[in-house]
Nanobody, 120 residues
Framework: QVQLVESGGGLLQAGDSLKLSCAASGRTFSTYAMGWFRQAPGKERQFVAAITVGGGNTRYADSVKGRFTISRENAKNTLYLQMNGLKPEDTAVYYC?????????????WGQGTQVTVSS
């Protein structure tokens, strides 16, 4: 069992930057591929970014590529999402997740989410 707790959400303006964090419990964080997802009101939850166990490889949804950066600190059991150049369409609840595999969007564990709201 892994518990994930996101933090760092807030209310921002278009063009702002924000860094989300996800703290994971347990000693096995460093063995999991991790990801970020988001869900806007009235829409399905969508994939945002993924990172391998060691952090050496990442992949992104086209909508955030070049603006968002996923990273991790295994020594701190923490996952991050740096978001730059925020747009109103980035408004959503952001979730961190333990991925079944790096190349999959299947999720074994979810966090509770953190709200990000971007005004124009």
């Amino acid at each position: 069992q892994v518990q994930l707790v996101e933090s760092g959400g807030g209310l921002l303006q278009a063009g702002d930057s924000l860094k989300l964090s996800c703290a994971a419990s347990g000693r096995t964080f460093s063995t999991y591929a991790m990801g970020w997802f988001r869900q806007a009101p009235g829409k399905e939850r969508q994939f945002v970014a993924a990172i391998t166990v060691g952090g050496g490889n990442t992949r992104y949804a086209d909508s955030v590529k070049g603006r968002f950066t996923i990273s991790r600190e295994n020594a701190k059991n923490t996952l991050y999402l740096q978001m730059n150049g925020l747009k109103p369409e980035d408004t959503a609840v952001y979730y961190c997740a333990v991925l079944r595999t790096y190349f999959s969007v299947a999720v074994d564990y979810w966090g509770q989410g953190t709200q990000v709201t971007v005004s124009s």
